[in-house]
């Protein structure tokens, strides 16, 4: 009989924190996507085999990535720079991140060609935000 009260006032106390480990104390931006950057550097590769050529040119190494959370008025709050991955960093980066914030505030993301601003988010106490990017635009799911 206790046990079974503590169970459904422990059910209630987790009812209202959005995902397990999540504190309802503040809100939660979750940054989640895979972005592969501009190419820096190309490699032609030489030989005289000609099945061994490959078709056109191959990227050497990609540009690094700087992702960036800012409040309305531009102050930064949050910053990291992501290397692309692979011997040479020619691979895509992989962005994930789990940022204890509240109130309205702008995801950014730049390399060598492109910079990628959202539009302005609302992180509410016990709220966790999730930003995607894709096809070049930021998506935001509310849990």
């Known amino acids: 009989m206790v046990g079974s009260a503590l169970a459904v006032v422990g059910l209630a106390q987790l009812s209202s ?4 480990g999540y504190s309802a104390q503040t809100g939660w931006l979750v940054l989640s996507w895979t972005y592969v950057s501009v190419p820096v550097e190309y490699d032609t590769l ?3 085999l000609r099945h061994m050529r490959p078709q056109g040119v191959q990227v050497r190494r990609r540009s690094p990535v700087l992702v960036w959370v800012s409040s309305p008025s531009g102050d930064t709050l ?3 720079l992501y290397t692309p991955g692979g011997i040479r960093g020619d691979v895509g980066v992989e962005v994930y991140a789990e940022i204890p914030v509240a109130g309205k505030f702008r995801v950014e993301l730049a390399d060598a060609a492109v ?3 959202s ?3 609302q992180v509410e106490r016990g709220s966790a935000v999730v930003v995607e990017l894709r096809e070049g635009r930021f998506l935001v799911r509310q849990r």
């Open 119 to 121: 539009e302005l988010l």
């Open 78 to 80: 949050w910053k990291r």
């Open 17 to 20: 924190v959005p995902d397990p």
């Open 115 to 117: 910079h990628l601003r």
């Open 46 to 48: 030489q030989t005289r």
